[in-house]
C-alpha cells in the first residue's frame, strides 16, 4: 500500500498510522471507475489451465491476476487431496480455537511442512491471520530476549503488514522508512539496540527486498527480520522452499518467514516459518489467531498434503523451470524494470489511474484479465497493469498479451501526440 496515508497525520498512533477516512475519500473514484468499466469483482468459472469463463455465459478469458505462479491451483492431486481430506474426517471445520482442540491431520501437516522447509512451521487460515498474530509478539520484546525492539516497515510492505502499524506502536516505537532504504536502516540500527524490519519477500506489485544485504546488517548488528513471502513460496528454492527461505541456511533466533498456502503453493491458507522451539511455544500459546480462533478446515489440509508430495518431486522443478522460460519471453516482448528477474510479477506504468483503468477494460474485451493498479495499492502517478506470470500460460497466450498491450500503448502515444 502506498505510504501516502501512513506519515504522521495526528497526535496519537491512530492518526500517525492509519486515516482510513482519508483514504476512501481519495480512492473511491478510482474504484468506481474500476467498477464501472466491469473489470473489478468479478465473478467466473476456472477451466483449463489459465482461462476462465466469466460468469452467466459470459466470453472466456485468459486470467493473468490468479497468483498461482506455478499453475497448482488447478492441479487434479491438490483437488483429489481436499475432498478425500473432508470425506475421511466426516467434519470441514471445527468450531474451537487451537489451544483446545485440532484436527490431527493438522498436526501431520505442520510437521510435514515443517519438515519440507527445515523450520518450525505453524499454520494460520490466512497470511493476513499469520501476521494479525506475529507483530504484536515482535513488539513485546518476547521474540528479541525481552528487549522491545524499534520496529521498522518498509514504506512498501503489504497492507496486511501496515495495517498493524497502530497496535504494533502501543507496545514499541514505529518507523517507517523508504523502500529498501538500507542506508537509513543501518543508521537506526547504529542508534538503537534493538531493531526490527519487516518487509516483503517478494513485493506485490514487483521487485524483492535485498535479503542478501539484509543478511549482512543482521550479522553485524542482531537485526530482526520479519519477512511476508507470501508471493515468493514455491517459485524457487529446494523443495519450493521460496525466495526468502532459500536465501537463510537457519532462521535462528533473528528470522520469521510469513508465507502463502495457496498462490505458488497451490493449497489455502497461511504459516509462519519459525527458527526455535522457544518461539513456536510462544505462537501455539499467544498468537491471537492461534489462541482465539480456528484452524485451517480439512479441504484446505487435504489440499496442503497433496501439494507438499508434489514439492518433493521432478514435477515442481519442471514447473518453476516452464515459468522462468515463460518470463523470459514476456521480458523480450516487453521490458519492464523487473526484467531478468525469475519472480513471476510483472508491472506496467502507466501513469494515469483512469488511463490505466481503460487499458484493462480494453484487454478483458480482447480476452485477457489482467489488474489495473491504482492508489492506495500504488502510489499516486504510479497506476498502471499488473500481470502475474504463471507456468501455465502458453507461450502463444504471452504473444497474445503483449501483443495487445503494445498496440493499446501505440494508441496512448498517438492520442497524446
Not at 513485546?140 to 496486511?160: C, E, M, N, W
Not at 496442503?304 to 518433493?312: T, Y
Not at 528477474?341 to 483503468?357: C, F, H, K, N, Y
Request: charged share 20%; aromatic share 6%; with cysteine.
Amino acid at each position: 500500500m502506498s505510504d501516502t496515508f501512513q506519515q504522521s497525520t495526528g497526535r496519537n498512533a491512530q492518526a500517525r498510522f492509519r486515516n482510513t477516512a482519508a483514504m476512501i475519500s481519495a480512492a473511491a473514484p478510482n474504484f468506481e471507475a474500476a467498477h464501472y468499466q466491469g473489470i473489478m469483482a468479478l465473478y467466473a468459472m476456472p477451466l483449463a489451465d489459465r482461462t476462465v469463463q466469466l460468469a452467466h455465459g459470459g466470453p472466456k478469458v485468459v486470467d493473468f491476476v490468479r497468483c498461482s505462479y506455478l499453475g497448482l491451483d488447478n492441479h487434479p492431486d491438490i483437488a483429489a487431496g481436499a475432498a478425500r481430506a473432508v470425506n475421511e474426517a466426516g467434519s470441514l471445520h471445527w468450531s474451537c480455537a487451537r489451544t483446545r482442540l485440532n484436527f490431527g491431520i493438522l498436526g501431520e501437516l505442520e510437521e510435514n511442512l515443517s519438515d519440507l522447509f527445515h523450520a518450525r512451521v505453524v499454520t494460520f487460515t490466512t497470511v493476513l491471520a499469520a501476521n494479525m498474530s506475529a507483530l504484536p509478539l515482535l513488539a513485546s520484546g518476547h521474540l528479541t530476549a525481552g528487549q522491545k525492539p524499534l520496529i521498522v516497515f518498509d514504506r512498501l510492505a503489504h497492507a496486511t503488514l501496515a495495517h498493524h502499524k497502530a497496535t504494533v506502536s502501543g507496545e514499541t516505537s514505529v518507523e517507517t522508512i523508504r523502500h529498501n532504504d538500507l542506508t537509513t536502516l543501518e543508521a537506526l540500527c547504529r542508534t538503537h539496540k534493538t531493531v526490527a524490519y519487516v518487509c516483503d519477500g517478494v513485493y506485490s506489485m514487483g521487485g524483492s527486498a535485498p535479503l542478501a544485504e539484509l543478511r549482512v546488517l543482521q550479522e553485524k548488528y542482531g537485526l530482526f527480520l520479519y519477512i511476508d513471502d507470501a508471493h515468493g513460496i514455491s517459485i524457487v528454492g529446494e523443495n519450493g522452499s521460496g525466495f526468502a527461505r532459500a536465501t537463510f541456511k537457519e532462521l535462528g533466533e533473528r528470522t520469521i518467514v510469513a508465507a502463502s498456502l495457496g498462490k505458488g503453493f497451490g493449497a489455502s491458507g497461511g504459516m509462519l516459518m519459525l527458527g526455535t522451539a522457544a518461539q513456536e511455544l510462544l505462537f501455539r500459546r499467544f498468537a491471537i489467531a492461534h489462541a482465539f480462533s480456528a484452524s485451517l478446515n480439512t479441504a484446505a489440509i487435504g489440499a496442503a498434503e497433496a501439494s507438499a508430495r508434489i514439492h518433493r518431486t521432478e514435477e515442481l522443478v519442471k514447473r518453476q523451470e516452464t515459468l522462468r522460460q515463460n518470463l523470459a519471453l514476456l521480458d523480450q516482448l516487453i521490458p519492464t524494470r523487473d526484467m531478468a528477474s525469475d519472480l513471476p510479477i510483472r508491472t506496467i506504468r502507466l501513469g494515469d489511474e483512469l488511463l490505466s483503468v481503460a487499458a484493462a477494460r480494453q484487454l478483458l474485451q480482447l480476452g485477457f484479465y489482467t489488474s489495473a493498479i491504482f492508489f492506495p495499492t500504488i502510489s499516486r502517478g504510479e497506476a498502471g497493469l499488473r500481470i502475474c506470470l504463471t507456468s501455465s500460460h502458453t507461450q502463444s497466450q504471452i504473444r497474445d498479451i503483449c501483443a495487445a498491450i503494445d498496440a493499446i500503448r501505440a494508441e496512448i502515444r498517438q492520442a497524446e501526440a
